[in-house]
């Protein structure tokens, strides 16, 4: 019987920016090992919830463990204290659309960025670290490149290197590949897969529907701020319950 506690457990989760509530009362666990793909239309609030996972938008109410952390929010707390959140944020691996390398440094460079500034490694430490990611990635041949040489998808997968040098619990992936040429997309959702066998714990906001329906274990579809459907990936996609997952996906067949 497995009886650990889910990696990530997200409870009564509510953001509102002034009067628009963006996420209404949003519940989700993600099993240690896990990858859960978020779909929905545009605006449903899924950037939002990834963002709330690693802090970068505080909550307004409810509450968020990922591993051994958890916050609570509400109008009778504190909002968490800066340092804390950092720290949090760092063992949060994010990759977002458009992957922000630093433009004047080496692809190692990149990588190493917040093993020395972060986590204070030593440079040598931090070299080996980020030279596995590189490996892991497959672009350890392109270590002493600086990023304008590499093609949109290399970048794509030095970004996850880049956030897989923080050694993270949990990485999140926001449309990671939309802004990618269709001939790129391949090789980044490949490196995704990779990573999701090895057993990272994944939640993966993406409009590629059959990766969803093949990496994933769940899909989760939120619409105006509320999960409407959170099931098995293959169920979801193929044999959606609601209505307005059918008609969400119809889009895509
Ligand atoms: P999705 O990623 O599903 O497209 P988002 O989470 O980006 O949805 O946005 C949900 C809603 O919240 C949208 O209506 C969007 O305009 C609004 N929103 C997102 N970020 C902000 C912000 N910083 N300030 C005000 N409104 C925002
Ligand atoms: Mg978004």
């Given at each position: 019987?497995?009886?650990?506690?889910?990696?990530?457990?997200?409870?009564?989760?509510?953001?509102?920016?002034?009067?628009?509530?963006?996420?209404?009362?949003?519940?989700?666990?993600?099993?240690?090992?896990?990858?859960?793909?978020?779909?929905?239309?545009?605006?449903?609030?899924?950037?939002?919830?990834?963002?709330?996972?690693?802090?970068?938008?505080?909550p307004d109410d409810g509450a968020i463990r990922?591993?051994?952390?958890?916050?609570?929010?509400?109008?009778?707390?504190?909002?968490?204290?800066?340092?804390?959140?950092?720290?949090?944020?760092?063992?949060?691996?994010?990759?977002?659309?458009?992957?922000?390398?630093?433009?004047?440094?080496?692809v190692l460079e990149n990588v190493m960025e917040?093993?020395?500034?972060?986590?204070?490694?030593?440079?040598?430490?931090?070299?080996?670290?980020?030279?596995?990611?590189?490996?892991?990635?497959?672009?350890?041949?392109?270590?002493?490149?600086?990023?304008?040489?590499?093609?949109?998808?290399?970048?794509?997968?030095?970004?996850?290197?880049?956030?897989?040098?923080?050694?993270?619990?949990?990485?999140?992936?926001?449309?990671?590949?939309?802004?990618?040429?269709?001939?790129?997309?391949?090789?980044?959702?490949?490196?995704?897969?990779?990573?999701?066998?090895?057993?990272?714990?994944?939640?993966?906001?993406?409009?590629?529907?059959?990766?969803?329906?093949?990496?994933?274990?769940?899909?989760?579809?939120?619409?105006?701020?509320?999960?409407?459907?959170?099931?098995?990936?293959?169920?979801?996609?193929?044999?959606?319950?609601?209505?307005?997952?059918?008609?969400?996906?119809?889009?895509?067949?």
């Amino acid at each position: 019987m497995n009886t650990s506690l889910p990696m990530i457990e997200i409870t009564a989760l509510r953001k509102s920016y002034g009067d628009l509530e963006v996420l209404k009362e949003i519940n989700l666990k993600v099993e240690t090992g896990g990858v859960v793909s978020l779909i929905g239309p545009s605006g449903s609030g899924k950037s939002t919830l990834l963002r709330c996972i690693n802090l970068l938008v505080v909550p307004d109410d409810g509450a968020i463990r990922v591993g051994k952390t958890a916050f609570s929010f509400g109008q009778a707390l504190q909002p968490p204290r800066s340092r804390t959140l950092a720290d949090f944020r760092s063992r949060t691996g994010m990759v977002f659309q458009n992957f922000n390398l630093f433009p004047h440094m080496s692809v190692l460079e990149n990588v190493m960025e917040a093993p020395v500034h972060v986590r204070r490694l030593p440079k040598a430490a931090a070299r080996d670290m980020a030279m596995t990611q590189l490996e892991k990635v497959g672009l350890a041949d392109r270590a002493a490149q600086m990023p304008e040489t590499l093609s949109g998808g290399q970048k794509q997968r030095v970004a996850i290197a880049r956030a897989l040098a923080m050694e993270p619990e949990v990485m999140l992936f926001d449309e990671a590949t939309s802004a990618l040429d269709p001939e790129l997309v391949g090789e980044v959702l490949q490196t995704m897969q990779k990573l999701a066998s090895d057993g990272m714990t994944m939640v993966i906001v993406t409009h590629e529907i059959a990766f969803a329906r093949d990496v994933a274990d769940r899909v989760v579809f939120m619409r105006d701020g509320y999960v409407v459907e959170d099931g098995p990936a293959r169920e979801v996609i193929e044999n959606p319950k609601s209505e307005a997952t059918q008609s969400f996906l119809s889009h895509y067949h």
